[in-house]
């Protein structure tokens, strides 16, 4: 394993996370034309993606020689194509998608992971709550079809037969649940908890990455040709996400502020987005961790090769190459 001095969260707050810059890491940034290139997000803009909005602000990007466009994905732009293609550097993407792209031909790698832990949740009322994966015997979840391979491997992981739990094919909405419809919804622990909590609606949360669901989410894929190629701008990127994150985490609050004045237009609700940016805390800085932003070990690439084979994936270890985060944090 490479030796390397982590520059973990609690080092980068230490230092001052409002004036942090390259010198933190090391790097003396040699002030040059830049290269434009671009970041494909996984979704629309929100505060999902306020570290990337910080590291442009704060032109963490610029002292990298880099002109980062910030592409929004959406339900009709899937992250994939446009790093395929080279329209994009880098993408957002998750190691369930990635995989499945690399199995149809595409040369990617996960070069980092901001989601340590999956955003996959069960969530549920106080009243009749869904605390451990084997509260779900007899309960009505309210879910898409499509996510049934996604319970399948909650179940196995813990010993559940999910012949026991009844299956209700609703549409992404808290409303089922809170008609009495059924008596949980399989969804992220980031939108419909947060938009229960909008209503004034206490709800639990139970994330399956603390049973054993073990898939990076929010993964930052490449291609092998601009890893090879283009390593000085992909590393670059990293850093300037590394730094935009270290920021957020610092306060959620600012990175909003951030995000509702970048995109005036674009409908977001300022307290959801606050509270979005709350919750996304412990799912990309988790309390457990020692490990800096971005980091995959060894450990954790096995875990996932062991759910996504659950999901019908044979992931092989080279799909991860962590050597990118080595430089950034060597």
């Not at 957020?248 to 237009?265: G, I, K, Q, V």
Request: charge should be negative.
């Amino acid at each position: 394993m490479t030796s390397f001095t982590p520059l973990t969260r609690r080092h980068v707050l230490s230092t001052g996370a409002a004036t942090l810059g390259l010198g933190a890491l090391g790097i003396s940034p040699a002030i040059a034309q830049t290269t434009d290139v671009a970041l494909q997000l996984s979704w629309l803009h929100s505060v999902q993606f306020a570290g990337s909005y910080i590291a442009q602000e704060r032109g963490f990007w610029r002292d990298e020689g880099l002109n980062v466009a910030l592409n929004p994905g959406g339900p009709n732009a899937p992250v994939e194509p446009p790093v395929v293609a080279g329209r994009a550097l880098v993408g957002i993407s998750a190691a369930d998608y990635a995989s499945a792209a690399v199995a149809q031909g595409a040369p990617f790698k996960i070069i980092g992971v901001a989601m340590k832990k999956n955003p996959f949740a069960i969530a549920s009322l106080p009243a009749n709550a869904v605390r451990t994966p084997a509260d779900l015997v007899g309960k009505r979840i309210g879910m898409a079809i499509a996510n049934t391979p996604v319970l399948q491997a909650l179940c196995t992981l813990n010993d559940v037969d999910i012949n026991d739990i009844e299956i209700v094919p609703t549409q992404y909405d808290a409303a089922p649940l809170l008609n009495g419809q059924v008596d949980c919804l399989l969804c992220w622990a980031t939108d419909l908890p947060v938009a229960m909590a909008m209503q004034g609606v206490e709800s639990v949360t139970m994330l399956m990455a603390d049973h054993g669901y073990s898939v990076h989410s929010q993964t930052y894929i490449a291609t092998i040709d601009s890893i090879a190629n283009r390593r000085s701008d992909v590393v670059g990127l990293l850093r300037g996400e590394v730094l935009g994150w270290a920021e957020y985490e610092a306060d959620t609050d600012a990175a909003t502020d951030l995000t509702l004045a970048m995109f005036p237009d674009a409908g977001l609700d300022p307290a959801t987005q606050r509270e979005q940016a709350r919750r996304q805390i412990p799912l990309m800085f988790p309390d457990d961790a020692s490990d800096p932003f971005g980091w995959f070990t060894q450990e954790s690439v096995a875990a996932n090769i062991e759910t996504l084979a659950l999901l019908g994936r044979d992931v092989s270890p080279d799909l991860w190459d962590r050597s990118l985060l080595e430089d950034v944090y060597a």
